[in-house]
Protein backbone atom coordinates (compact mmCIF):
# COMPACT_ATOMS: atom_id res chain seq x y z
CA UNK A 1 0.00 0.00 0.00
CA UNK A 2 1.48 3.19 -1.42
CA UNK A 3 2.60 5.39 1.85
CA UNK A 4 -0.22 8.29 2.69
CA UNK A 5 -3.33 5.49 1.72
CA UNK A 6 -4.58 5.18 4.84
CA UNK A 7 -4.29 8.78 5.64
CA UNK A 8 -7.10 9.37 3.25
CA UNK A 9 -9.03 5.86 4.37
CA UNK A 10 -8.72 6.44 8.53
CA UNK A 11 -11.93 8.37 9.86
CA UNK A 12 -12.72 9.65 6.11
CA UNK A 13 -15.59 11.22 5.72
CA UNK A 14 -15.46 12.91 9.30
CA UNK A 15 -18.89 13.08 10.98
CA UNK A 16 -19.49 16.47 9.77
CA UNK A 17 -18.69 16.24 6.32
CA UNK A 18 -21.16 12.66 5.86
CA UNK A 19 -23.75 14.37 4.04
CA UNK A 20 -21.85 16.27 1.26
CA UNK A 21 -19.66 13.22 0.93
CA UNK A 22 -23.31 10.29 0.36
CA UNK A 23 -24.45 13.43 -2.16
CA UNK A 24 -21.56 12.54 -4.29
CA UNK A 25 -24.04 9.82 -5.59
CA UNK A 26 -26.15 11.55 -6.68
CA UNK A 27 -26.65 12.75 -10.30
CA UNK A 28 -25.01 15.89 -11.35
CA UNK A 29 -27.90 17.85 -11.61
CA UNK A 30 -28.37 17.83 -8.02
CA UNK A 31 -26.50 20.17 -6.02
CA UNK A 32 -24.94 18.66 -2.47
CA UNK A 33 -25.91 21.59 0.46
CA UNK A 34 -21.82 22.18 0.58
CA UNK A 35 -21.53 22.81 -3.16
CA UNK A 36 -24.50 25.43 -2.49
CA UNK A 37 -23.32 27.04 0.50
CA UNK A 38 -19.83 27.07 -1.64
CA UNK A 39 -21.39 29.14 -4.70
CA UNK A 40 -23.74 31.28 -2.60
CA UNK A 41 -20.80 32.36 -0.69
CA UNK A 42 -18.34 32.63 -4.16
CA UNK A 43 -20.82 34.97 -5.89
CA UNK A 44 -20.78 37.21 -2.97
CA UNK A 45 -17.33 37.58 -2.06
CA UNK A 46 -15.46 36.27 -5.17
CA UNK A 47 -14.15 33.57 -3.16
CA UNK A 48 -15.10 30.67 -0.74
CA UNK A 49 -13.78 29.53 2.58
CA UNK A 50 -14.08 25.71 2.22
CA UNK A 51 -14.15 24.32 6.19
CA UNK A 52 -12.85 21.24 7.19
CA UNK A 53 -12.28 19.52 3.87
CA UNK A 54 -9.27 17.63 4.09
CA UNK A 55 -8.12 14.84 6.49
CA UNK A 56 -6.11 16.36 8.85
CA UNK A 57 -3.69 13.46 9.16
CA UNK A 58 -3.11 13.99 5.23
CA UNK A 59 -2.70 17.48 5.11
CA UNK A 60 -0.12 16.79 8.83
CA UNK A 61 1.74 14.48 6.61
CA UNK A 62 1.91 17.04 3.51
CA UNK A 63 3.01 19.56 6.06
CA UNK A 64 5.63 17.74 7.38
CA UNK A 65 6.82 16.71 3.87
CA UNK A 66 7.12 20.32 3.18
CA UNK A 67 9.07 20.79 6.65
CA UNK A 68 11.41 18.66 5.03
CA UNK A 69 11.57 19.85 2.17
CA UNK A 70 12.47 23.63 2.75
CA UNK A 71 14.65 22.18 5.93
CA UNK A 72 16.88 21.63 2.99
CA UNK A 73 15.87 24.18 -0.08
CA UNK A 74 16.92 26.42 3.14
CA UNK A 75 20.55 25.30 3.25
CA UNK A 76 22.84 27.32 1.23
CA UNK A 77 25.30 24.78 -0.19
CA UNK A 78 21.85 21.83 -0.84
CA UNK A 79 22.61 20.35 -3.77
CA UNK A 80 20.47 21.34 -7.20
CA UNK A 81 16.51 19.63 -6.97
CA UNK A 82 15.86 17.70 -9.85
CA UNK A 83 13.85 19.46 -12.69
CA UNK A 84 10.72 17.59 -12.35
CA UNK A 85 10.89 20.21 -8.48
CA UNK A 86 10.29 23.30 -10.81
CA UNK A 87 11.96 24.96 -7.76
CA UNK A 88 12.58 28.63 -8.03
CA UNK A 89 15.77 29.58 -6.11
CA UNK A 90 14.36 33.03 -6.32
CA UNK A 91 10.73 32.67 -4.63
CA UNK A 92 11.84 29.30 -3.20
CA UNK A 93 8.29 28.23 -4.56
CA UNK A 94 8.49 24.68 -6.12
CA UNK A 95 5.94 22.34 -7.57
CA UNK A 96 4.24 19.44 -5.53
CA UNK A 97 6.50 16.94 -7.09
CA UNK A 98 8.95 17.74 -4.51
CA UNK A 99 6.66 16.51 -1.84
CA UNK A 100 6.39 13.21 -2.87
CA UNK A 101 10.51 12.90 -2.09
CA UNK A 102 10.25 14.46 0.93
CA UNK A 103 7.53 12.05 2.99
CA UNK A 104 4.63 11.84 0.61
CA UNK A 105 3.82 9.77 -2.01
CA UNK A 106 1.93 9.37 -5.38
CA UNK A 107 0.61 12.93 -5.50
CA UNK A 108 -1.08 12.54 -1.68
CA UNK A 109 -2.41 16.26 -1.37
CA UNK A 110 -3.98 16.07 -5.39
CA UNK A 111 -5.42 12.71 -3.78
CA UNK A 112 -6.63 14.83 -0.96
CA UNK A 113 -8.17 16.90 -3.03
CA UNK A 114 -9.95 14.50 -5.40
CA UNK A 115 -11.01 12.68 -2.74
CA UNK A 116 -12.49 15.54 -1.20
CA UNK A 117 -15.83 17.87 -1.10
CA UNK A 118 -13.37 20.69 -2.69
CA UNK A 119 -13.62 18.76 -5.80
CA UNK A 120 -17.42 19.21 -6.18
CA UNK A 121 -16.90 22.77 -6.89
CA UNK A 122 -14.10 22.06 -9.40
CA UNK A 123 -16.22 19.65 -11.23
CA UNK A 124 -18.86 22.61 -11.01
CA UNK A 125 -16.83 24.84 -12.85
CA UNK A 126 -14.61 23.24 -15.07
CA UNK A 127 -16.61 19.60 -15.47
CA UNK A 128 -15.92 16.37 -14.55
CA UNK A 129 -12.66 16.47 -17.01
CA UNK A 130 -11.15 19.00 -14.82
CA UNK A 131 -7.46 19.11 -14.96
CA UNK A 132 -4.73 20.15 -12.34
CA UNK A 133 -1.57 21.46 -14.09
CA UNK A 134 1.54 20.64 -11.42
CA UNK A 135 3.50 23.90 -13.66
CA UNK A 136 0.87 25.96 -12.58
CA UNK A 137 0.53 24.80 -8.97
CA UNK A 138 2.93 25.80 -6.37
CA UNK A 139 4.30 24.91 -2.53
CA UNK A 140 5.47 28.27 -0.59
CA UNK A 141 7.02 29.15 2.69
CA UNK A 142 5.63 31.41 4.07
CA UNK A 143 7.78 33.50 6.94
CA UNK A 144 6.52 35.66 9.40
CA UNK A 145 7.41 39.26 9.00
CA UNK A 146 8.47 39.61 12.68
CA UNK A 147 11.50 37.02 11.73
CA UNK A 148 13.50 39.29 10.21
CA UNK A 149 14.30 36.94 7.17
CA UNK A 150 13.61 37.78 3.67
CA UNK A 151 10.47 36.81 2.78
CA UNK A 152 10.97 35.81 -1.00
CA UNK A 153 7.91 34.01 -1.15
CA UNK A 154 5.46 37.48 -0.52
CA UNK A 155 3.36 38.08 -3.45
CA UNK A 156 1.69 41.37 -3.66
CA UNK A 157 -1.80 41.68 -4.82
CA UNK A 158 -2.84 39.97 -8.55
CA UNK A 159 -4.69 37.79 -10.30
CA UNK A 160 -3.76 34.35 -11.01
CA UNK A 161 -5.11 35.26 -14.63
CA UNK A 162 -4.83 37.16 -17.29
CA UNK A 163 -3.14 38.27 -20.90
CA UNK A 164 -0.02 37.48 -20.13
CA UNK A 165 -0.27 34.00 -17.90
CA UNK A 166 -1.44 31.97 -20.96
CA UNK A 167 -4.70 30.32 -19.64
CA UNK A 168 -8.25 31.39 -18.90
CA UNK A 169 -10.97 29.75 -16.63
CA UNK A 170 -8.86 28.65 -14.28
CA UNK A 171 -10.21 27.70 -10.18
CA UNK A 172 -7.52 27.84 -7.48
CA UNK A 173 -7.53 26.47 -4.43
CA UNK A 174 -5.33 27.60 -1.85
CA UNK A 175 -4.57 24.59 0.39
CA UNK A 176 -2.84 26.00 3.85
CA UNK A 177 -0.85 23.17 5.65
CA UNK A 178 -0.69 25.19 8.90
CA UNK A 179 -2.88 27.24 10.21
CA UNK A 180 -3.55 31.00 9.56
CA UNK A 181 -4.41 33.40 11.71
CA UNK A 182 -2.65 36.43 13.68
CA UNK A 183 -0.03 33.86 14.33
CA UNK A 184 0.85 32.62 10.74
CA UNK A 185 0.56 34.58 7.29
CA UNK A 186 -2.27 33.46 5.42
CA UNK A 187 -4.04 35.04 2.32
CA UNK A 188 -5.33 38.40 1.54
CA UNK A 189 -8.61 38.65 -0.93
CA UNK A 190 -10.07 41.39 -2.23
CA UNK A 191 -14.09 40.58 -1.88
CA UNK A 192 -16.48 41.45 -4.28
CA UNK A 193 -18.32 43.15 -1.58
CA UNK A 194 -15.25 45.58 -1.59
CA UNK A 195 -14.06 44.76 1.42
CA UNK A 196 -10.59 43.29 1.93
CA UNK A 197 -10.69 39.70 3.38
CA UNK A 198 -8.47 37.66 5.55
CA UNK A 199 -10.12 34.40 6.42
CA UNK A 200 -8.72 32.37 9.43
CA UNK A 201 -8.37 29.37 8.23
CA UNK A 202 -7.63 25.78 10.58
CA UNK A 203 -5.62 22.97 8.98
CA UNK A 204 -7.90 21.00 6.61
CA UNK A 205 -9.61 24.59 5.46
CA UNK A 206 -9.02 25.90 2.07
CA UNK A 207 -9.95 28.48 -0.15
CA UNK A 208 -11.23 28.52 -4.10
CA UNK A 209 -11.46 30.64 -5.94
CA UNK A 210 -10.74 31.92 -9.40
CA UNK A 211 -7.87 33.61 -12.00
CA UNK A 212 -9.81 36.88 -11.75
CA UNK A 213 -9.98 37.45 -8.19
CA UNK A 214 -7.86 39.73 -6.61
CA UNK A 215 -5.31 38.08 -3.68
CA UNK A 216 -1.87 38.46 -1.81
CA UNK A 217 0.51 37.70 1.03
CA UNK A 218 -1.33 38.40 3.92
CA UNK A 219 -0.41 41.75 6.06
CA UNK A 220 -0.17 39.58 9.14
CA UNK A 221 2.73 42.02 11.43
CA UNK A 222 1.78 39.80 14.50
CA UNK A 223 2.97 36.43 12.45
CA UNK A 224 5.60 34.29 14.71
CA UNK A 225 4.99 30.98 12.85
CA UNK A 226 5.97 29.95 9.36
CA UNK A 227 3.33 29.50 6.98
CA UNK A 228 3.15 26.27 4.72
CA UNK A 229 0.51 26.49 1.70
CA UNK A 230 -0.16 25.22 -1.86
CA UNK A 231 -1.54 27.13 -4.49
CA UNK A 232 -3.31 24.04 -6.31
CA UNK A 233 -4.63 25.41 -10.50
CA UNK A 234 -7.17 23.52 -11.95
CA UNK A 235 -8.63 24.01 -15.77
CA UNK A 236 -10.57 22.18 -18.18
CA UNK A 237 -8.65 20.93 -20.72
CA UNK A 238 -10.76 22.09 -23.51
CA UNK A 239 -10.09 25.65 -22.08
CA UNK A 240 -5.98 25.38 -22.05
CA UNK A 241 -4.56 27.53 -24.98
CA UNK A 242 -1.84 26.39 -27.05
CA UNK A 243 0.38 28.20 -25.92
CA UNK A 244 0.21 26.50 -22.33
CA UNK A 245 -0.43 23.15 -24.23
CA UNK A 246 3.65 23.80 -25.22
CA UNK A 247 4.65 24.28 -21.83
CA UNK A 248 2.68 21.28 -20.40
CA UNK A 249 3.64 18.93 -22.90
CA UNK A 250 6.91 19.58 -21.00
CA UNK A 251 5.10 19.12 -17.30
CA UNK A 252 2.51 16.84 -16.26
CA UNK A 253 -0.97 17.72 -16.72
CA UNK A 254 -3.03 15.94 -14.48
CA UNK A 255 -6.89 14.02 -14.92
CA UNK A 256 -8.48 15.08 -10.83
CA UNK A 257 -10.76 12.19 -11.17
CA UNK A 258 -8.07 9.66 -11.87
CA UNK A 259 -6.60 10.14 -8.37
CA UNK A 260 -10.03 10.04 -6.34
CA UNK A 261 -10.62 7.25 -4.25
CA UNK A 262 -13.57 6.74 -5.88
CA UNK A 263 -13.63 8.29 -9.54
CA UNK A 264 -16.78 10.33 -10.91
O1 LIG B 1 0.60 31.97 -0.92
C1 LIG B 1 0.72 33.19 -1.06
O2 LIG B 1 1.09 33.93 -0.16
C2 LIG B 1 0.36 33.81 -2.38
C3 LIG B 1 0.59 32.89 -3.52
C4 LIG B 1 -0.15 33.31 -4.74
O3 LIG B 1 -1.20 33.85 -4.69
C5 LIG B 1 0.38 33.07 -6.08
O4 LIG B 1 1.57 32.88 -6.23
O5 LIG B 1 -0.38 33.07 -7.04
FE1 LIG C 1 -2.03 33.96 -6.66
Given at each position: MPAGESLLGS????AKLKGGMQLF?????EQSSFLLAAEREKAAL?????????PTPAIDAIRKAAEAFYTVAERPDHAPFPR????????MATGMTALDDFGTADYLLLRTIASSPASECLRHHLGDDVVCSLTHSRMRKSYPQ????????TVAW????????????ACILWVPFTPCNDDYPGLELQGRDGKVHRPPLDVGDALFFDDKLLHR?????TATHCRYSCDVRFFRSADIPSRVHQKIAQEPVLVVRSFAERSW
Open positions: AWPPAKKSSGFAVLRGVFAYLYNPGNKSGQPRPSHQDGGPDVGYYQTADCP
